[in-house]
């Protein structure tokens, strides 16, 4: 009750305002203002909607709001058995022990009110028949023939998925792929002349311009909600192949598989995800770039799975340390910090220590940026890649390949340690048992950190392979790496199952 009544004071507060504005306009001379149509407002570039202040989403959402959808997805068990047990724990707990259709089934069912001896089942009465457990969700439909988008999360393990129109009609829905890499589920329904949205170019978005979700949050169907791009080509722990739109649309569970629009009336994302510390928003929100779901559509359409390219390297950021450490004027680009033996990118001379500047001519900002441009090459496919070695640049190209995780073994401690002073590492070549177990060929174990290499993270434990792109097999290797050095050099070291290029500030 008092949510409410603050509710209505705010929007008493605001015809007061309201009302005084006009007031003023109307004693002092002051210009009205320019009146606006709501379809005209809500299309007009986002330049001309700055300038007459927040534009009117109303042409926008009758426009394209009816392809919007509710989806709901199901998955249905079917019980048939009485398995005996208490009931306590769910399971058939609810079904009687007798067939429905044996005389005495009315007796049991009036006897113990539909439940077993023993416990109750989950469904409170232990009805018969099927137990669903359900998740809401959102979709847009983007041929008139029925094609609809959604999220992968949205459907996954449903076997029962019904799709919602505005208009109130409700159609079964095909699963045609689903793809959870991207998150991205395709739904086909037997329906023809429906509304559609329009496919817009999220590249040609911009950082603050205005965009609207619609979706239906908590159930809620045909909500819709306004924000501006909070940045573009987000990398997310664990999404390494999706540069997703940031915004600080409000959206919540059940907006998933929503679309994202711009100004234009087009989508340019799907929304899924938001970033929350309680459950719900939070300001932060992402949505999967259209034009990457339009791609995956594409696979899932045609072949029922989604090909992924591979370049098989680690790859890390280049901060400025490293960058000066490589000779480099800024830090840019994706250092690799090992390669895939026998991979497409060590077939084709790629290095640790190698920074990947381009790809077909597209420059690689950031090392978040590569996998998902590399993942979006076809297998098979030569690429033009660029990279940053010894100080001046080198072409290479390579064949890509498809997209399979490999990683390299760890190391054992072993054998006497030998200090550098100026680096503060104890070290010791590796036994041929610990090359062989590592699956590398050179290397020094680090048995003891402090002064420089401790504040720079270098660890016990950790195997240096490289100083500055240089191989190092022996100590004599490492002091002279080390002396020849101005104030920071990169390491290339193996630690926990990967390889990683630490900076270390020599000063």
């Given amino acids: 009750m008092k949510a409410n009544m603050l509710t209505r004071?705010?929007?008493?507060?605001?015809?007061?305002?309201?009302?005084?504005?006009?007031?003023?306009?109307?004693?002092?001379?002051?210009?009205?203002p320019e009146v606006i149509a709501p379809a005209a407002a809500a299309m007009m570039p986002a330049e001309a909607a700055a300038k007459t202040g927040i534009p009117d989403f109303s042409g926008l959402v009758e426009t394209y709001g009816p392809a919007v959808v509710n989806i709901s997805a199901k998955h249905v068990v079917k019980q048939t058995a009485y398995r005996g047990g208490n009931g306590g724990n769910g399971g058939n707990a609810g079904q009687l022990p007798i067939d429905p259709s044996d005389p005495f089934y009315q007796f049991y069912k009036h006897f113990f009110g539909g439940q077993m001896p023993g416990g109750q089942g989950p469904n409170g009465g232990g009805d018969d028949g099927d137990r669903?457990?359900?998740?809401?969700?959102?979709?847009?439909?983007?041929?008139?023939?029925?094609?609809?988008?959604?999220?992968?999360?949205?459907?996954?393990?449903?076997?029962?998925?019904?799709?919602k129109l505005t208009d109130k009609?409700?159609?079964?829905a095909k699963v045609v792929g689903a793809d959870k890499q991207s998150d991205v589920a395709v739904l086909k329904i037997d329906a023809k002349d429906l509304p559609t949205v329009k496919i817009g170019d999220p590249r040609a978005s911009k950082v603050g311009q205005w965009v609207v979700a619609?979706?239906?949050?908590?159930?809620?169907?045909?909500?819709v909600t306004s924000g501006i791009i909070s940045a573009k080509s987000r990398s997310l722990p664990d999404e390494n192949y999706t540069p997703f739109i940031q915004t600080d649309v409000p959206v919540?569970?059940?907006?998933?598989?929503?679309?994202?629009?711009?100004?234009?009336?087009?989508?340019?994302?799907?929304?899924?995800?938001i970033y929350s510390q309680t459950g719900g928003f939070q300001g932060l929100s992402f949505a999967i770039p259209i034009n990457e779901a339009m791609k995956v559509k594409d696979d899932l359409v045609k072949t029922g799975h989604v090909s992924r390219g591979r370049l098989g390297v680690a790859v890390q950021s280049v901060n400025q340390t490293l960058a000066d450490s490589f000779g480099m004027k800024k830090p840019q680009g994706a250092l690799v910090s090992s390669v895939d033996p026998g991979g497409p990118?060590?077939?084709?001379?790629?290095?640790?220590?190698?920074?990947?500047?381009?790809?077909?001519?597209?420059?690689?900002?950031?090392?978040?940026?590569?996998?998902?441009?590399?993942?979006?090459?076809?297998?098979?496919?030569?690429?033009?890649?660029?990279?940053?070695?010894?100080?001046?640049?080198?072409?290479?190209?390579?064949?890509?390949?498809?997209?399979?995780?490999?990683?390299?073994?760890?190391?054992?401690?072993?054998?006497?340690?030998?200090?550098?002073?100026?680096?503060?590492v104890a070290v010791r070549p590796l036994t041929p048992q610990e090359k062989s177990?590592?699956?590398?060929?050179?290397?020094?174990?680090?048995?003891?950190?402090?002064?420089?290499?401790?504040?720079?993270?270098?660890?016990?434990?950790?195997v240096i392979l490289a100083v500055n792109g240089r191989s190092v097999s022996n100590v004599d290797q490492l002091k002279q790496a080390v002396s020849a050095a101005g104030n920071s050099i990169a390491l290339l070291i193996q630690r926990d199952n990967s390889q990683i290029f630490v900076p270390v500030d020599l000063g």
Avoid at 143 to 151: A, F, M, Q
């Fill in 169 to 172: 009609r409700e159609y079964k």
């Fill in 9 to 32: 004071s705010a929007v008493a507060a605001a015809v007061v305002i309201a009302l005084s504005a006009g007031y003023v306009a109307g004693h002092r001379n002051v210009p009205a």
């Fill in 345 to 424: 990118a060590a077939k084709a001379g790629l290095q640790p220590g190698d920074v990947i500047l381009s790809v077909d001519g597209v420059d690689v900002a950031d090392s978040s940026a590569l996998p998902a441009q590399i993942a979006g090459i076809k297998p098979g496919t030569q690429a033009d890649v660029q990279v940053w070695r010894d100080k001046s640049t080198k072409d290479l190209k390579v064949t890509i390949g498809s997209l399979s995780d490999a990683k390299l073994a760890s190391n054992d401690d072993n054998g006497p340690a030998q200090m550098q002073g100026r680096l503060g």
């Fill in 437 to 462: 177990g590592a699956s590398v060929s050179h290397g020094l174990l680090v048995q003891d950190a402090s002064g420089a290499a401790a504040s720079a993270g270098i660890q016990p434990g950790d």
């Fill in 132 to 163: 669903p457990s359900a998740s809401l969700g959102s979709g847009f439909i983007i041929s008139s023939d029925g094609y609809v988008l959604t999220n992968a999360h949205v459907v996954d393990g449903a076997n029962v998925v019904t799709v």
């Fill in 252 to 273: 919540n569970p059940g907006n998933s598989g929503g679309p994202l629009f711009n100004l234009q009336g087009e989508v340019i994302g799907i929304n899924s995800m």
């Fill in 214 to 223: 619609i979706g239906s949050p908590y159930g809620f169907d045909n909500t």
